[in-house]
């Protein structure tokens, strides 16, 4: 059975519709848009009131499984996707085993599959073992699925490898997505280095040690003419390099986080382990600066680093407890309450940054806008709704949100995926 939309309001990153307009949905494609289309035997979605926007895709999102199925599994991770308007999600590969070999990248696609909800593109490791030290084999990690590589939750250190991990994914075809931290600068700090640190008396990890990675991998870019992605990019010195570096010509993005243009260190003053992140959370002036690179461009997207955790684990001291939150749910809202409801993106921008902008980054050449011909992967948003989150209400395995108890704006209503019905608020 097919699926038609009716009273559209549509949102694409290069404008919204002038008028309601029915879009009709056959074999997982949008088949028709017109003014008015009747179809008759098929499901009818009626989002007069509401916006449609092409699902999101999110470039950064922790799974757990294989490995660590008490925090997340590939069911309940493509579950609280779709509750957030997540129609494809990338799957990092710090799992047990690491997503190094075909054999794994095929595992997290069978799986997937059997859950049959959102799209899910697993992102194999740059290093076998996300040790740092021998390259992976890059041909087969990409004829297995790949569209990345990353040793996402470590840098590759060493200089000598990233350049060889840089041509060896050129020649591939694979986006090079980097974690910034030099883990000898880090040195195992738990939260951003400044006075919040120094008051609470907690290790600080200084902004340097996300800097210095990420002025070594544009010289490298620059060098090999070759791309980087940069990942979670959590600082304003971050953002003004990768802006002379884009100014430049040299072929870097970058991502952001919402809990990244949302919160600053001074969240930490509660002990909250769901504000224990990595990159941590920094200062105002940071906050601003990743706000004003996404209103430039200099940060291409938004992705959300969704990284469940058990309460057992994070119910450690904070030194202790795992760095990480779950944001596939609040992403959207997020966007809406401090970039769009503040003047730093419209609507349109922030389809831009979450749905249009990943998909070209990483080759999705029938996602990421609503058009003829392209994948009925689609949201219904109702993006003046305000509401509570609650831990209650998130569809996570875990629960690891510092949001919870606050108001946003902006609900996902609807997500369809594949021209399948995949979320429905009740």
Request: proline content about 4%; aromatic content about 4%.
């Amino acid at each position: 059975m097919g699926l038609l939309i009716k009273n559209a309001c549509v949102v694409n990153a290069a404008g919204e519709s002038r008028a309601p307009v029915d879009i009709l949905v056959e074999d997982g494609k949008i088949k028709k848009i017109a003014p008015s289309i009747s179809a008759p035997g098929v499901e009818v979605i009626d989002a007069v009131g509401f916006k449609v926007l092409p699902g999101f895709i999110d470039l950064h999102v922790h799974l757990r499984e294989p490995g660590r199925e008490d925090k997340e599994t590939i069911a309940t991770g493509s579950a609280s996707a779709a509750k957030g308007g997540f129609t494809a999600i990338f799957a990092m590969p710090n799992t047990i085993p690491a997503i190094d070999t075909a054999q794994v990248v095929q595992f997290v696609l069978d799986q997937a599959k059997k859950v049959g909800l959102v799209n899910v593109y697993p992102v194999g490791a740059i290093t076998k073992g996300r040790a740092g030290e021998q390259i992976t084999e890059m041909m087969d990690l990409k004829r297995a699925g790949c569209l990345g590589v990353s040793d996402d939750g470590r840098a590759v250190m060493n200089a000598g490898l990233m350049r060889r991990a840089l041509e060896y994914a050129s020649m591939a075809g694979l986006l090079v997505m980097q974690h910034c931290e030099d883990e000898h600068l880090s040195a195992k700090g738990v939260m951003n280095e400044g006075e919040v640190s120094t008051r609470l008396g907690l290790r600080g990890d200084p902004i340097i040690a996300e800097t210095v990675i990420i002025a070594r991998d544009i010289e490298l870019a620059r060098y090999l003419k070759t791309r980087v992605h940069f990942m979670h990019v959590s600082s304003a010195r971050s953002v003004e390099l990768i802006r002379r570096a884009k100014a430049e010509g040299i072929q870097v993005t970058a991502e952001a986080t919402p809990h990244h243009f949302t919160l600053t260190d001074d969240a930490v003053k509660s002990f909250d382990t769901s504000t224990k992140v990595n990159p941590p959370l920094r200062m105002a002036a940071d906050v601003q600066a990743i706000k004003d690179g996404l209103k430039d461009g200099t940060i291409d997207c938004i992705a959300t680093d969704h990284a469940p955790h058990t309460l057992e684990d994070k119910e450690a001291d904070f030194d202790c407890a795992p760095p990480g939150l779950v944001g596939l749910e609040t992403a959207f809202a997020l966007g809406m309450t401090e970039l769009v409801g503040n003047g730093i993106l419209t609507l349109t921008g922030l389809v831009d940054k979450m749905s249009a902008a990943p998909a070209h980054l990483t080759g999705l050449v029938n996602k990421g806008e609503i058009a003829e011909g392209r994948d009925a992967d689609i949201v219904i948003v109702d993006p003046e709704r305000k509401w509570m989150v609650t831990k209650e209400d998130i569809a996570s395995k875990s629960k690891n949100s510092p949001f919870i108890g606050r108001q946003l704006r902006g609900r996902v209503i609807t997500t369809i995926c594949g021209g399948k019905k995949v979320y429905s608020e009740k």
